[in-house]
């Protein structure tokens, strides 16, 4: 099957935005999520967005959806060094989430 | 528990041996998954319950491997005969139901090394 893409490294600068971008394969989606995984833990999620809607903001977090593109976006405002994790983006194919390879996000002082 | 709850935490194992690898979800939960991560893989979903339940086998790798669920609470997945491929983070999560929209939750993991 198609895999939900995207990009393996970002590496920003504290006090700087970090944008992850996602591409996802499945349009019927009905919510789009993102998870992050800090160093030896599970994933949490971090935030999530409703197919109906082009824009969530959660505090430091914005999270852009364009269904036409099947491209989702997560925006990290004033990132800290607390933020360094991998960030994965997942579709929900109707019973179980489908994850993108993970986006590891690196916050240099 | 808080949390799901996975055991163990580390297992190294040899060639050749059978694993149980356990997961106790949240109580009340009554979906179940489990993934595997593996190094650059991302996480690869391996098959999910509802209940005791698991309706679709599709996405286990092999036929070494195998899961149950009983009286809709722990799970185990079992890999017999493992192989160095096997190697990797096997992550349980559980939700309140199956479907869209209901937050899964993560345990941390059993990493598996065969050697």
């Known amino acids: 099957g198609e895999d939900v893409e995207q990009s393996l490294f970002l590496s920003v600068r504290e006090g700087d935005s970090s944008v992850i971008n996602c591409t996802y394969t499945d349009s019927s989606s009905t919510y789009l999520y993102w998870y992050k995984q800090e160093p030896g833990a599970g994933l949490q999620l971090l935030t999530y967005?409703?197919?109906?809607?082009d824009m969530k903001q959660d505090q430091r977090l914005t999270v852009l959806l364009n269904k036409k593109d099947k491209h989702l976006s997560l925006r990290i405002a004033d990132t800290q060094t607390g933020d360094s994790a991998i960030y994965f983006c997942?579709?929900?194919?109707?019973?179980?989430?489908?994850f993108g390879k993970g986006t590891s996000l690196l916050v240099t002082p | 528990g808080a949390g799901v709850s996975q055991s163990p935490s580390n297992k190294v194992t040899e060639k050749g041996k059978d694993v149980e690898l356990r997961c106790d979800p949240i109580s009340g939960h009554t979906a179940l998954y489990w993934y595997r991560q593996s190094l650059g893989q991302g996480l690869e979903f391996l098959i999910y319950f509802q209940g005791n339940s698991a309706p679709d086998k599709s996405g286990l790798p092999s036929d070494r491997f195998s899961a149950e669920r009983t009286g809709g609470s722990v799970s185990t997945l079992t890999i017999q005969r493992t192989q160095q491929e096997d190697s990797a983070v096997y992550l349980c999560?559980?939700?309140?139901?199956?479907?869209?929209?209901?937050?899964?939750?993560f345990g941390q993991g059993t990493r598996l090394t065969v050697v």
């Open positions: 997942a579709e929900d194919s109707g019973y179980a989430l489908n």
């Open positions: 999560a559980s939700s309140l139901a199956l479907g869209r929209n209901t937050e899964a939750f």
């Open positions: 967005i409703f197919s109906n809607m």
